[in-house]
Nanobody
């Protein structure tokens, strides 16, 4: 599976951005689409995840209520709508795919659960 993330950019605090992740290749292997981010000098962290076929999305506490993850598995695309952005949201954002059909709301938060990663898109939030 190949993943292409896009939509990053520079935005003022309080603004919004919508990230996209287009999947290609063996998309029938996708069980979960996740979003992670890595801020400068920090480790990569979970942001949001959603089952490719169904199930409720899960969010990191830091973005709950501000970010919304969605997907259209017929278009092989997922989105991360980011509202009320804060300077602390500045990071490179990655989309990732988990293949295992035995995922749950705990595993989708773990970086090691994911098998394929996109190249990342930079989001910069100015104060």
């Amino acid at each position: 599976v190949q993943l292409q993330a896009s939509g990053g950019g520079l935005v003022q605090a309080g603004g919004s951005l919508r990230l996209s992740c287009a999947a290609s290749g063996r998309t029938n292997e996708i069980s979960v689409m996740g979003w992670f981010r890595q801020a400068p000098g920090k480790e990569r962290e979970f942001v949001a995840g959603i089952g490719w076929i169904g199930g409720s999305p899960r969010y990191a506490d830091s973005v709950q209520g501000r970010f919304t993850v969605s997907r259209d598995n017929k278009k092989n695309t997922a989105w991360l709508q980011m509202d009320e952005l804060k300077p602390g949201d500045t990071a490179v954002y990655y989309c990732a795919v988990e293949k295992s059909p035995f995922w749950d709301r705990s595993t989708l938060m773990k970086e090691e659960s994911y098998d394929y990663w996109g190249q990342g898109t930079l989001v910069t939030v100015s104060s």
